[in-house]
């Protein structure tokens, strides 16, 4: 440990442990205007990135490196707190077994629609309605293996900064602004979306491979059991559908939104 004589937080009845685990409800994601994230390259990630760690909770046991470095000064930096605690009290806060060593609060942060605009090679992601934390976190990965500029989250889609959600986003969750509106702000502003707009539908005819790749891109996909809505399915330019065998019920929506990415960005390495 960095600290070689830490103060080692022993019990979950601690006001700051309290404080942490709060942040697993969506009231307390809320209240505090923060949200956990696990491991000590996502934390790292983080603080790259430009994120306020407030706090970064550390195991007993876990064993002193350049990148724990890091991450203990960028949150010391940003005015953030540093604590000890047990190996069985960080299991009890992560509720699970193979807990990481590193946990951190971090400080929610949201984009702004004004900057969501169209420009060659450059794909943007809305997503109406999602349900389903670990979904929804996948996408998210997805978005930011594509280069995706940014995510618009519309109507009653769940918490991103949930801790399913940010744990099956594997880090990219820093990587990737998001945007909330509800689906009226969509519509109002999507009139002055001077790009084309890509959306999946059960009743198109064109398949993902007939989109043409570069050009200024928003790629829509609906919620996992009702699809688009017909409002928003009006918006797009052009509408596709993802051949399955017949029999198949349907795709992942995670699954789909990465193959409907790889159909419409550019390459990310170009």
Not at 5 to 22: C, D
Not at 159 to 166: I, K, L, R, W
Not at 204 to 230: C, D, F, K, Y
Request: hydrophobic share 45%; net charge neutral.
């Amino acid at each position: 440990m960095p600290d070689q004589n830490p103060i080692v937080i022993r019990s979950a009845a601690n006001q700051e442990i309290k404080e942490l685990r709060a942040l697993e409800t969506k009231k307390g994601r809320s209240q505090q205007n923060a949200f956990v994230s696990e491991g000590l390259r996502h934390v790292v990630e983080a603080v790259r990135r430009g994120w306020r760690v407030s706090r970064l909770v550390l195991s007993e046991s876990a064993s002193s490196s350049e990148l724990l470095r890091e991450a203990i000064q960028g949150c010391e930096a940003s005015g953030g707190r540093v604590l000890t605690v047990t190996d069985e009290l960080m299991t009890r806060i992560a509720r699970r077994d193979n807990a990481q060593s590193v946990i951190a609060v971090i400080e929610q942060r949201w984009g702004d629609l004004e900057a969501v605009i169209a420009a060659p090679r450059v794909t943007w992601l809305a997503l109406e309605g999602i349900r389903d934390p670990g979904n929804l976190g996948s996408i998210i990965r997805s978005a930011d293996a594509f280069a995706v500029a940014g995510v618009l989250l519309i109507g009653n889609t769940v918490d991103p900064f949930s801790t399913e959600a940010v744990r099956a986003s594997m880090g990219s969750i820093v990587n990737v602004p998001l945007i909330r509106l509800d689906e009226a702000a969509y519509l109002d502003w999507h009139r002055g979306w001077t790009g084309r707009t890509v959306g999946t539908h059960l009743r198109a005819e064109l398949q993902p491979e007939s989109v043409e790749r570069g050009s200024a891109t928003l790629l829509v996909m609906g919620n996992e059991q009702s699809g688009l809505p017909a409002r928003i399915a009006a918006t797009c330019n052009q509408l596709v559908r993802i051949p399955m065998r017949d029999g198949a019920d349907s795709l992942n929506l995670a699954a789909a939104t990465a193959i409907m990415l790889y159909a419409v960005t550019a390459s990310a390495g170009a």
